[in-house]
C-alpha cells in the first residue's frame, strides 16, 4: 500500500508510505507495486520522505522502484519506521539521507526462486540467482562503499540488523531523534553550565545536610593576587632596602 501525504499547501515536501509487501501485481489489498509507486511518485514534485515498513517481496518489483528514485529530481529522505528486510532494503538503498527509527530493524541476504526442471533449468535458475545477487550488491556498495566480498558474506549469513548496527556498517545515515523545540534550546544551555565552585557547594551542601555539619562554600579560585598581599609583601622588601 502507497499514501501520499502533502505536508505544505505549496507542495515543496511530500511523505509517502511504502508499507506491506513488494510485487509486479496486487494480489492484495497491502501489496505496493511498482505502477502504484509511480502513480503516487509522480503525482507532484518537490522533496520527499518515504516512510519504510515491508518485509520485501519481488526483487525485480523492488529494483523498478530503486530505480524511480534514484532518477527523482528532488531530495529523497527515506525513513525505517519498522523494518526494511530483503528487496525493501534495496529500495531504503536510493535515499539521499537514510533515516533508522531506533526500534527499526533491516535485513540483507541472498535472493530466492523456485524452479522446476531438469539438471540444465537448475543450472540456469542458479546462474540466474548469481546475477540477481550481483545486482542487488551494486545497491548496497554505492550506499556503503562496502567491499562487494563483506557485502556478498553478509548475504550469505542473511544478517539482521538494529538500528546502531545499521549506521555503522553505513546502510543508514543517522538514527531517529526526537527534535527539540526551539524554546528548551537555551534553557539546556543554561542548565549545562556549571562552575567548579558551583557543582562543590552543591556537594558540600548535600554531605553536610547527611552528616549535620557546618561548611563553608568553597569560593573559587583567585586567579591572581590580591592588593593587601602586594602592599605586604613591598613593606617587606623595603626593610631590606
Not at 522502484?65 to 530483503?86: Q, R
Not at 535515499?95 to 522446476?116: D, E, L, Q, W, Y
Request: contains cysteine.
Amino acid at each position: 500500500m502507497v499514501t501520499n501525504q502533502e505536508t505544505q499547501e505549496t507542495v515543496t515536501e511530500r511523505t509517502l508510505f511504502l508499507n506491506g509487501t513488494i510485487a509486479e501485481e496486487s494480489w492484495f489489498d497491502d501489496d505496493v507495486t511498482p505502477q502504484l509507486f509511480k502513480d503516487e511518485l509522480l503525482s507532484g514534485s518537490g522533496d520527499i520522505t518515504v516512510w519504510i515498513n515491508s518485509p520485501g517481496g519481488d526483487c525485480v518489483a523492488a529494483a523498478q522502484i530503486y530505480n524511480m528514485l534514484m532518477d527523482y529530481k528532488g531530495n529523497v529522505t527515506i525513513k525505517i519506521d519498522g523494518i526494511a528486510a530483503s528487496a525493501a532494503s534495496v529500495i531504503a538503498m536510493a535515499g539521499t539521507k537514510v533515516i533508522v527509527s531506533p526500534v527499526s530493524m533491516m535485513m540483507i541476504h541472498n535472493p530466492m526462486t523456485a524452479a522446476f526442471g531438469n539438471a540444465s533449468e537448475m543450472e540456469k535458475a542458479i546462474a540466474m540467482l548469481d546475477e540477481v545477487k550481483d545486482s542487488i550488491i551494486n545497491a548496497y556498495e554505492i550506499k556503503t562503499g562496502m567491499s562487494r566480498a563483506k557485502l556478498s558474506h553478509l548475504m550469505d549469513a542473511e544478517t539482521w540488523m538494529n538500528a546502531n548496527m545499521a549506521v555503522e556498517l553505513g546502510f543508514a545515515d543517522e538514527i531517529m531523534q526526537r527534535p527539540y523545540e526551539e524554546e528548551e534550546m537555551p534553557q539546556q544551555a543554561i542548565a549545562a553550565s556549571y562552575s567548579r565552585a558551583a557543582v562543590t557547594n552543591s556537594l558540600m551542601e548535600k554531605l553536610a545536610a547527611k552528616c549535620k555539619i557546618d561548611v563553608k562554600p568553597v569560593e573559587p579560585e583567585p586567579t591572581g593576587r590580591s592588593v593587601d598581599s602586594l602592599m605586604e609583601h613591598l613593606n617587606t622588601i623595603k626593610k631590606y632596602i
